[in-house]
């Protein structure tokens, strides 16, 4: 099964990264000029307090080992296609979760093996981990951005193409997404049964601070409501396939693998009951003033 695994994990990443490549194009990388301070709150909130968030959460219920590590990956991993989606619902501005999702994919690819060195170093005995080591950072370029240009190639080369496969595209990688969930889960079952209870209640709080987070310090900041929420999904909902790749696949420890397995089913029970509640607001013509 391992073998099995190590092949199919990353072909299977690549579909889902390669299908977001499909619905980017170079403008949505130039948006970030249109939303300049939304974007920037939004990521600083994502690749810096959230991380913290997530190492104060590690030991608040004293989660050690690979486990406590494979969060602090989770934490630093780039926003999850699921976001547009739960965006879209609750009546965030898409168009700037899709910059987000796209600048994120990048700028990861330089942040992901900082706090991942940092992760190693508190919870692994120092190992090095991804460090700054050029073949594990080539590793992580390859599996994040390589299909994401391609699926952009694609996309320019042959709009019609693209345009007519992108929503078999998106179905094919939910059904990727729920089998490499369920992969990680079986491959490590152990490490789960040994951890569930304070693993699902990191998981929830991570997910749900990430969302409140998200949403109420671009409000804070008299960032437009619309704005706050796309912000809100992407810091909640983290690519949870991106970081069962990582720890597998470059960093060879699947119980590393467990916590991103765990997040990636039960984010989406917060994510719901935000979009819910957002959806739910504007259908009453509510607003929130701060």
């Known amino acids: 099964m391992g073998s099995l695994f190590a092949v199919f994990l990353p072909l299977a990443l690549a579909l889902v990264m390669f299908g977001l490549g499909l619905t980017l194009t170079v403008a949505d990388f130039a948006r970030v000029l249109r939303y300049p301070k939304a974007a920037a709150v939004a990521l600083v909130c994502q690749m810096v307090l959230l991380p913290l968030v997530c190492l104060g959460l590690i ?27 739960f965006s879209h619902v609750a009546g965030g501005n898409v168009a700037l979760n899709i910059t987000l999702t796209a600048v994120n994919s990048v700028l990861t690819v330089f942040t992901l093996p900082l706090w991942v060195g940092l992760a190693y170093t ?30 952009m190639f694609v996309r320019h080369r042959f709009p019609g193409w693209a345009q007519r496969a992108r929503g078999t595209v998106k179905v094919a990688s939910i059904v990727v997404l729920a089998l490499v969930v369920l992969a990680a889960v079986a491959r490590d079952f152990r490490t789960l049964t ?33 704005q706050a929420i ?10 949870g396939a991106l970081a069962i790749a990582v720890a597998t696949s470059v960093l060879h420890d699947s119980a590393m693998a467990v916590p991103p397995a765990v997040y990636g089913v039960l984010m989406n029970i917060p994510a719901a009951i935000a979009a819910y509640g957002f959806a739910r607001r504007a259908r009453t013509g509510q607003a929130v003033a701060v």
């Open 59 to 85: 030991y608040l219920f004293r989660l050690e080992g690979a486990v406590a590590a494979g969060m602090v990956l989770l934490a630093a991993s780039p926003g999850g296609p699921s976001a547009n989606l």
């Open 122 to 151: 508190l919870f692994l005995d120092g190992d090095a981990g991804i460090g700054l080591r050029p073949d594990k950072f080539a590793q992580v370029f390859a599996i994040m951005l390589v299909p994401v240009a391609l699926g």
């Open 194 to 226: 040994a951890h569930i209870g304070a693993l699902s209640a990191v998981c929830l709080l991570l997910a749900a601070i990430g969302l409140a987070l998200g949403y109420l310090v671009p409000r804070l900041l008299r960032i437009p409501d619309d």
């Open 230 to 239: 796309a912000a809100g999904m992407e810091i909640g909902i983290h690519n």
